[in-house]
Structure formats: C-alpha cells, structure tokens
C-alpha cells in the first residue's frame, strides 16, 4: 500500500468511523484524520454476518444523527483506478443493513471534502439500537462469528483511536467494561 501527500488522480474518499479505521483494507493513497459534525458513533447496529450469528448478533458500529456532536475518524483518498474495486469490497463488506451516504468531512490538510461513508440507519433489518453500556458489553462478550469475536473488533477499534488520539467516551466506556 502506497502511502503519501499526493492527492493527484483521487477520485474517492472514504471517510471511515469503526473497522474501517483500523482495517482499511483497501488501495489508499493518503489518509488524513477527518472529523463530521452531527453524528455520533454507537454500537446501535447488530452484526449477523461479521462478528455475530443470526442467533446471537453482535455489536458493530454505526453512525446516528446527534446534534453538537462531533465524530473523528479517517478519510482515505482512492486512486481513480482502485475506485471500482474499492466499492465493490466496501458494498460486500458493509452489506448487513449499511447504506451509502455521502457526508462532508473536514481535515486539516484538505479543507472539507465530500466523502463517502456507509451508514446503517435507524430501524434497518439488523437494527440494535441503544442499551445500558453494561447490556452492551456483555452482548458483545459473548459474540462471534466468520470475522472473528466481536470482544476483538471493540477492542482493536479503541487500540487504533488512543493511537490516532481520538477520545470517545462511548467507545471508552464499552471497552473498559470489556477488559
Ligand atoms: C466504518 O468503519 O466506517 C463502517 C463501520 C464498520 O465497518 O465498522
């Protein structure tokens, strides 16, 4: 993977709040820290398919609408010549209830940039919503599946935020209750 300041021949961001943070996964060519206001990060979308079963779902990420809140994660730059590939591992990958949105994300070395991020919306078929940080954690505690248990995707995604600075107090919260 090549990683550098050059945003010659990008031809889509990709702006990633959860797994996509610290798997990508995906031919980037830049990646800078990026912010979207009016959204919060929760684990309000169950898994199936990643890090649950249809019998005991996961916990995974998702972003709600929440006024004066602000999200930190990355945005990462696609080469014109990766970007159909890209969508495609991306769609496959985010396919349990996520949808495509478009948002605008600001960065420090860009500006604001329209990115694409993929959202799973209130009320969609593997739909969660919220509960008490302990309901949530021993949901999760007690969940696996094909990606592998769910414990690690709570854990490896609070690893990559400490590292990247981003404080979050509901994914603190869930991970300490985890540990
Ligand atoms: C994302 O990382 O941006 C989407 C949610 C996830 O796959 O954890």
Same mark, same amino acid.
């Given at each position: 993977m090549c990683v550098s300041n050059n945003n010659e021949g990008i031809g889509l961001w990709v702006f990633g709040y959860g797994s996509i943070i610290w798997r990508p996964a995906m031919a980037y060519q830049v990646a800078y820290l990026a912010t979207v206001s009016g959204w919060a990060r929760r684990f309000w979308q169950? =898994?199936?398919?990643?890090?649950?079963?249809?019998?005991?779902?996961?916990r995974v990420l998702t972003l709600v609408p929440q006024e004066g809140e602000i999200c930190e994660g990355r945005v990462f730059g696609i080469a014109k010549e990766h970007v159909d590939q890209t969508l495609s591992d991306l769609d496959y990958r985010e396919k349990n209830g996520y949808q495509r949105q478009q948002l605008?994300?600001?960065?420090?070395?860009?500006?604001?940039? =329209?990115a694409l991020t993929y959202i799973a919306p209130i009320n969609n078929l593997a739909w969660l919503g919220d509960d008490s940080n302990?309901?949530?954690a021993t949901q999760i505690q007690h969940a696996s599946g094909p990606s592998g248990s769910n414990?690690?995707?709570v854990l490896s995604l609070h690893e990559a935020l400490v590292e990247n600075g981003i404080h979050d107090e509901h994914i603190n919260n869930i991970a300490a209750l985890l540990r």
């Open positions: 169950g =898994s199936h398919d990643h890090r649950g079963t249809v019998d005991k779902p996961g605008s994300v600001q960065t420090k070395e860009q500006g604001v940039i =329209s302990q309901a949530i414990r690690d995707y």
